[in-house]
């Protein structure tokens, strides 16, 4: 059958006045486009990540992974506090934490390149940046963090590449080596 050819099956979201007000702010705003792009932008982001498993409002699992929202600025003091010789380091060994926790998760094997753009899309609606792949650079856009020796160990770590930092504040640029 066509797209075309298809019946339109319709549904009615019943709205508390507060919730419609708060869309409608948003529409005339216009950080969106419309009800039906935001719903659809809302259900998009719920099938990326995966909201398999709600324990209570504040903590949710994806796969074996509790996830929790956190603001940039604990994020940014925690990473003072780690001495700078150790930041590759550490970034290491969380890239090693989220490919286990993808690769169990929704099984995607983080060091096929083909699937670098299921990965790149993981991260970003997570919250840690816009991530792209261009020919032999990695390029990150809004990092959550702009430390280059933190996402330099977390991508190869990750991805299980070499890589070369070729600029130091975002967008960062890392140099596939290897």
């Known amino acids: 059958m066509s797209p075309k050819e298809r019946s339109v099956k319709r549904t009615t979201i019943i709205l508390e006045e507060e919730e419609r007000e708060y869309i409608d702010s948003l529409i005339k705003q216009g950080r969106e486009p419309g009800i039906k792009p935001l719903i659809s932008k809302m259900l998009d982001v719920y099938r990326s990540m995966c909201i398999y498993d709600w324990k209570y409002p504040g903590e949710y699992y994806i796969g074996i992974s509790r996830v929790a929202f956190i603001n940039v600025e604990f994020l940014d003091i925690l990473l003072k506090f780690i001495p700078e010789e150790k930041w590759?380091?550490?970034g290491l060994k969380i890239g090693e934490?989220?490919?286990?926790?993808?690769?169990?998760?929704?099984?995607?094997?983080?060091a096929n390149r083909e699937k670098w753009p299921e990965v790149f899309k993981r991260l970003r609606v997570q919250g840690f940046g816009d991530f792209y792949l261009k020919d032999k650079?990695?390029?990150i856009r809004t990092p959550i963090i702009s430390n280059s020796e933190f996402w330099c160990g977390f991508l190869e770590s990750l991805l299980e590449v070499s890589l070369e930092a070729r600029t130091l504040t975002p967008p960062l640029i890392f140099e596939i080596a290897s």
């Not at 934490?97 to 983080?110: G, L, N, V």
């Open 137 to 139: 650079f990695v390029i």
């Open 97 to 110: 934490m989220a490919k286990i926790s993808m690769e169990a998760s929704i099984d995607i094997e983080t």
């Open 88 to 90: 590759k380091e550490v």
